[in-house]
């Protein structure tokens, strides 16, 4: 086990040659991380065992991820799902190294499907140090918005503290594959009764608003523009390095999704940043801002 680690760490120094100032005090961190306790068999049979990819972090990747965020816009972040696990894993040492400090997971769509990879992910996060957070696909076309409002709930792992982040729900175009049209066969006000009870029982379990993740051409199309959810926190899907276009309601936005993932490629995920850095994310964390 020693002789693997000094390995580890022969690495990591190589390419710590090629990184910043800034970025080699990540990477010692980062080694930190790998070689301390916390990644060791519990003794209690209930703990999950976690283990980070043994390789050091990117430079080439870190260097990419942090020149990527937009300007202004320093903290970021990953959101993720099975998706991301289709060639590749998540490579934890690379973001940490990138700064990428908070994860958001996709835990369930409809009322019977669990993301496999939720929990591995979630406690991996979790464990290095990363704020955590839980979304659902929504799926308005299969009825039953208190079904998967109550399914996403029980598998969510949300509790109230300072380092697990306010659930989102995910409204937006149907993926290929679901047979629906972009607005889920429903009219504006169908839709919009659809959102109002999903999003109710899930603010009314939490005891806060939940996160509403969107884009300005599918809310305001499919639920005939409606702005009552103008001070629920907003995760902006905006393909643009430019201030995204917010829908309908809203006046500012609490998370920028700028970038998309791509699974057949090493360490591309859905990429975001926060709006208002360190304090804005911890906004997003227990206790919530006055309002929320």
């Known amino acids: 086990m020693a002789e693997r680690w000094i390995a580890v760490w022969r690495r990591a120094r190589r390419a710590a040659r090629e990184l910043t100032r800034g970025q080699r005090r990540a990477l010692a961190a980062v ?24 390789e050091p972090p990117s430079p080439a990747a870190v260097a990419e991820i942090q020149a990527g965020r937009p300007e202004g816009f320093p903290v970021g972040g990953i959101d993720i ?29 409809g009322t019977t499907y669990v993301n496999p990879n939720f929990v591995a992910d979630y406690t991996t996060a979790r464990a290095a140090g990363r704020y955590v957070g ?19 709930l029980r598998h969510a792992r949300f509790t109230r503290d300072a380092r697990t982040l ?59 523009n409606d702005p009552s959810y103008g001070s629920y926190p907003l995760d902006i899907a905006n393909y643009t390095k430019k201030s995204p276009k917010l829908p309908a309601g809203w006046t500012t936005f609490a998370l ?25 994310l911890q906004s997003l964390a227990w206790p919530p801002p006055p309002g929320s």
Not at 83 to 106: C, I, L, M, N, Q
Not at 138 to 147: F, T
Not at 184 to 211: S, T
């Open 134 to 152: 839980a979304y659902v696909y929504a799926r308005p076309d299969r009825g039953d918005p208190i079904g998967q409002a109550d399914h996403f």
């Open 81 to 109: 799902s099975s998706h991301d696990h289709r060639r590749f894993t998540v490579h934890w040492p690379t973001e940490v190294a990138a700064g990428s400090r908070f994860v958001y997971v996709k835990a369930t769509e």
């Open 31 to 54: 080694v930190l991380l790998l070689t301390s306790s916390i990644w060791a068999v519990s003794s209690g049979p209930a703990r999950p065992v976690v283990r980070l990819p043994s």
């Open 256 to 280: 920028w999704q700028y970038a998309p993932g791509d699974p057949d490629q090493r360490h591309s995920h859905d990429r975001d940043v926060v709006n208002g850095g360190p304090p804005g």
């Open 166 to 224: 306010v659930p989102f729900v995910d409204l937006e175009w149907p993926y290929a594959g679901v047979a629906a049209n972009a607005c889920y066969n429903l009219d504006p006000q169908q839709l919009r009764a659809w959102i109002h009870a999903f999003i109710g029982r899930i603010e009314a379990a939490i005891g806060r608003k939940p996160m509403i993740y969107t884009n300005t051409y599918w809310w305001n199309p499919c639920t005939g």
